[in-house]
């Protein structure tokens, strides 16, 4: 494996290093007064996010996600890595370059499944950022971590397909641009296990489809992006909804999963180094009982420690997206579920030694900590929960071993 970034890597870094401190840095106060300003009605679309989406077009800093495509930056997963960890240094910055999840989940789903209607209708404005989208997999009746126990019915009904269930944690079906849903549920609950699945597009303002509340993260309620209940009640929609094919929807799943979950793991990283920097200014300019908070010697073993873990994970995160790129990533899965847990792990605890270092304003809006700990801890649960993935680890490392036996 190659440590260097490449070329094109390191100018697409290099300019969207610039881009942030010239645009986005300086306008987190001006998105968080735009928020506040809409009071209780806080579901709407945020003016700066528009003004800065327009400079990231003019910049050449738009749609970097999607791995060897003419329709994107055309950037291997290795080459994302970066701008993908230095857009988690801010909360809301991947929207300005239309690299937010799960935008870009869905839009690789309608890449490489949907059909040409499909990514006409619905693909091509996502990828102009006219629209967002929200993708429906967990239930809050049944364990989603196992795809296989989803409960929501898909039915054909001639020419259409009839939708009935109730999904949450269904993030993105809050903002008032969300136009579509990418909906898992089963069409044939008597075929083979993996295959009773399956997924379809709903438009977001089908008839029976209901937005019930939203959902907040340790009293977050992430507006205008949001985490909400959706029923779907006799929901009709075209035959040509289908992706794929009935009893796909667990293929496609893994598919979305896989380089959903490591664009999480390098947004987190991001969030990581930008706690490390504010525990790091804030133990130096900090003077407590005579001398600079960051002379104890307990501040020197975390601030180390949160070097030596960033490091770790970004290298860990590196090698899977280089995995990704050259074996495909079915051969990275296990690289994948590694990061998966180590990432949200070691960022938890660098945010958390930057919240203490802080004090009081540690848990305020006064610094992003409080609230990049209560987004990245959900990252524990989101795309399979830690336990989930270290089964799958320990399921290969114990294959492993029984095939050299």
Request: hydrophobic share 40%; with cysteine; proline share 5%.
């Amino acid at each position: 494996m190659e440590f260097t970034y490449s070329p094109r890597c390191q100018d697409y870094l290099d300019r969207l290093r610039a881009f942030m401190d010239a645009h986005i840095y300086p306008n987190e106060a001006t998105y968080a007064e735009q928020l506040a300003a809409f009071g209780e009605n806080r579901w709407q679309v945020i003016p700066i996010i528009e003004e800065l989406k327009e400079k990231a077009k003019a910049a050449d800093l738009w749609n970097l996600f999607l791995p060897q495509s003419e329709k994107g930056a055309g950037l291997t997963n290795l080459d994302y890595a970066p701008l993908a960890e230095e857009m988690g240094r801010v909360l809301w910055s991947s929207e300005v370059f239309n690299c937010a999840a799960p935008d870009t989940g869905n839009m690789e789903v309608l890449a490489r499944y949907g059909s040409p209607e499909n990514q006409e209708q619905w693909m091509e404005p996502l990828l102009a950022g006219k629209i967002r989208s929200a993708f429906l997999m967990t239930e809050p009746e049944v364990a989603s971590s196992d795809a296989t126990n989803i409960q929501c019915r898909i039915e054909r009904d001639g020419d259409e397909y009839v939708i009935n269930g109730r999904k949450w944690w269904s993030s993105g079906a809050g903002d008032p641009r969300c136009a579509i849903y990418i909906v898992m549920g089963k069409s044939d609950p008597n075929a083979d296990k993996y295959r009773q699945q399956s997924m379809i597009l709903v438009p977001a303002d089908a008839k029976g489809v209901t937005v019930k509340r939203h959902l907040p993260v340790f009293g977050y309620d992430d507006a205008p992006h949001g985490h909400m209940e959706v029923e779907l009640k006799d929901v009709r929609v075209p035959a040509g909804n289908m992706l794929l094919g009935e009893g796909r929807g667990f293929e496609i799943a893994q598919g979305r999963l896989g380089p959903g979950r490591i664009h999480h793991c390098m947004r987190t990283i991001g969030a990581a180094e930008r706690a490390l920097e504010l525990m790091v200014r804030r133990g130096m300019s900090r003077v407590a009982f005579g001398q600079r908070v960051a002379d104890f010697s307990i501040w020197h073993h975390r601030i180390a420690r949160a070097r030596i873990d960033i490091e770790s994970s970004r290298l860990l995160t590196l090698k899977a997206a280089w995995m990704m790129d050259t074996a495909g990533n079915k051969v990275a899965q296990r690289e994948i579920a590694m990061i998966k847990v180590l990432a949200p792990r070691i960022a938890l605890q660098v945010i958390d030694d930057a919240i203490q270092i802080h004090g009081g304003a540690g848990v305020s809006a006064d610094t992003p900590l409080a609230s990049a700990y209560a987004g990245i801890r959900t990252l524990r649960l989101a795309d399979g929960p830690d336990e989930v993935h270290e089964r799958a680890i320990a399921r290969m490392e114990m294959k492993r071993l029984s095939n050299e036996a």
